[in-house]
């Protein structure tokens, strides 16, 4: 996990409870002076000592101490985070969600961000002062949201509690040897302290009058009921997610029948005992729940709704920009990709008007593998070729590329019906866990060929993969920095190397380009649902029918998008306005430096200091202009 779930545990839960994961900030102490020369005598030791050595140690050296504490502390105070790292310090635990721990974090931002402004910037190199300026930034956001400190769902549909125990345990929590697994039995028999912290957030929500939808709460109920369905909680049926995975898991370990047959029979105890009731408390507090939630369905409907609105869009998009000015950005740029696509309709020589050919992009059979588990078999294999491809041309566009790998993984049947149509894990830091393009292959028809290549892109290389494994391995910046949540810069570049497939010759087929075109103006239609439905008032059926309407995806794509978009607001409006933002100082930079502009310099500038607000970034290719000229 990383710095980025940090911010949804502390402020709003969703990190240790879906992929997006987080972090606890521990205590805060004064820096610790990392190993170095010293002038002390030999002889000396102890307090006096760590006197000397702290005061010859350079500004540079302290800060460096300063940033790797901070992020120690933040590992240590989270196993969910430390099993995304490969550490197993605490292995056998869940997070600490609890109210208390919340407060305790907040504090501790406080004095950090006040420890940070301690250090004299004119003693630091220029990579340093931008560290410290990002680390600075970085907790003033998450204070931000402390203005709304319930606000965010801590539970909905999307990934929440619920679905975070069976994914963390299946995708996660390696099992290679009996230490292992008895930490997985200890976490089956914490998901009832777990699910208890969570159920607390849930009541501190509905006393402030803070609810996801209705319809929200149908899913969530249905989700964790699949849970719990299936041997050891009935024998009627095939072993549950969970149970399935343990036996796997121990089965791998070889161990004596008897010794084997001991574990699975503390995994059916665990089950049984713990996560059962566990799982029939939480659902017992949602369907309470469901029956208070006001009509509706945008946060407009929520205390303070405008203001919290706001403050996501500000979050989100790392600018000041408000609900109206991004809705018109989204009309804009829908009007401008609809005349793009008016070309590929010329081009394909379809005869007819605009929705007429979404009609049939949508249910020509050309452009859908079968519903059979042929053709998921195929779309995987498919999707894989077109990134073994594109990785072979990265050289010449990138200087920077990861050492890390990157599978292509179907989602998991437990959770497909709720997830996203796409979306990438990144590896772990040690090396044990490659980066993962997850499909999801629920609805085939959800998922047409002729957007393939992009959606690979994005999720892949050069898109999420690159840009996150990247960052993972970048040397001489601080720890903190790879983990920093700044979405818009995330996201932006996933959309932006969309559009850099087509400069580098890829999209030969004009379907193939209508693709790219299609998930472009996803993410424009997203800039105008998002704020109709949270600014404006609109309804889940008007913000449906509206990317029925503009745009060529399938209806339970668009029914799923909206979920979604309801779920987290203000987070699908960070694609385009990061996507813009880049692709205007590419534009920008390209035309200051004329000749001497390098595609691979540009982009290794984009990416060589990890996710920063889009000023900042604009700030750094500016520098780097300048520097080129």
Request: aromatic share 10%; net charge negative.
């Amino acid at each position: 996990m990383n710095t980025w779930r940090k911010s949804r545990i502390n402020l709003a839960l969703l990190s240790a409870l879906g992929v997006s994961i987080a972090i606890g900030l521990s205590g805060c102490s004064e820096p610790q002076p990392t190993q170095q020369n010293s002038t002390a005598p030999s002889a000396m030791t102890g307090s006096a000592a760590g006197s000397i050595k702290q005061a010859t140690q350079t500004e540079s050296q302290k800060l460096a101490a300063f940033f790797q504490q901070s992020f120690d502390e933040d590992v240590a105070n989270s196993p969910i985070w430390q099993s995304y790292l490969g550490i197993k310090d605490d292995y056998d635990k869940w997070d600490d969600v609890s109210q208390a721990a919340n407060e305790q974090d907040i504090a501790k931002m406080v004095t950090r961000l006040a420890q940070s402004k301690l250090f004299d910037r004119t003693a630091l190199s220029d990579q340093e002062q931008l560290s410290l300026t990002i680390y600075q930034l970085d907790i003033e956001r998450k204070l931000a949201n402390n203005a709304f400190p319930v606000h965010t769902y801590i539970m909905h549909q999307f990934r929440a509690a619920h679905t975070l125990v069976p994914s963390f345990l299946i995708n996660i929590h390696r099992v290679s040897d009996t230490s292992d697994a008895d930490a997985y039995i200890k976490r089956l028999q914490g998901v009832t302290s777990f699910f208890d912290q969570v159920i607390d957030q849930l009541v501190l929500r509905e006393k402030a009058g803070v609810f996801p939808p209705k319809w929200s709460y149908d899913q969530m109920i249905q989700a964790s009921q699949n849970v719990i369905s299936g041997s050891p909680f009935n024998e009627t049926g095939a072993d549950s997610t969970i149970y399935a995975d343990i036996s796997a898991k121990i089965a791998n370990l070889e161990l004596e029948p008897e010794q084997q047959a001991e574990y699975l029979a503390q995994a059916k105890t665990a089950l049984i005992e713990q996560v059962k009731p566990a799982y029939e408390k939480l659902i017992a507090e949602l369907q309470k729940q469901r029956a208070l939630s006001p009509e509706g369905d945008g946060v407009w409907r929520l205390p303070q709704g405008d203001k919290w609105y706001q403050n996501r869009l500000e979050w989100f998009t790392t600018t000041d920009l408000n609900a109206q000015e991004v809705h018109q950005i989204g009309v804009a740029n829908v009007a401008r990709i609809h005349a793009a696509m008016r070309d590929i309709m010329a081009q394909v020589k379809f005869t007819g008007s605009l929705n007429e050919f979404f009609e049939f992009m949508r249910t020509d059979p050309q452009f859908y593998y079968p519903d059979t588990d042929q053709g998921r078999t195929d779309y995987m294999a498919d999707a894989k070729a077109y990134i073994d491809t594109m990785e072979a041309k990265i050289p010449e566009y990138f200087g920077l590329t990861p050492k890390a790998p990157m599978v292509v993984k179907r989602v998991e049947a437990f959770r497909e019906q709720s997830a996203g149509k796409a979306f990438y894990q990144s590896p772990a830091m040690d090396g044990s866990r490659p980066g993962i393009y997850y499909a999801n292959l629920f609805d085939m028809q959800a998922m047409p060929t002729y957007q393939m290549e992009a959606l690979a892109y994005h999720e892949g290389i050069p898109g999420h993969h690159m840009q996150r494994a990247i960052t993972q391995e970048l040397p001489g910046i601080p720890q903190f920095q790879k983990f920093a949540s700044f979405t818009a810069y995330t996201e932006g570049w996933g959309l932006y190397t969309e559009e850099l497939g087509k400069d580098m010759g890829f999209y030969a087929d004009p379907y193939s380009d209508f693709g790219r075109l299609a998930m472009e103006l996803w993410r424009a239609c997203r800039l105008v649902v998002d704020t109709g439905l949270h600014a404006k008032q609109w309804s889940r059926e008007e913000a449906i029918e509206y990317l029925v309407e503009n745009t060529p995806n399938a209806r339970y794509d668009a029914v799923k998008a909206i979920e979604r978009y309801i779920a987290m607001p203000g987070q699908a409006t960070s694609y385009m306005i990061g996507k813009l933002k880049i692709m205007e100082l590419r534009d920008k930079a390209s035309a200051q430096l004329g000749d001497k502009f390098d595609i691979r310099g540009f982009h290794d500038e984009v990416l060589k200091d990890g996710p920063v607000p889009l000023s900042l970034l604009e700030s750094k290719i500016d520098n780097w202009v300048a520097q080129q000229q």
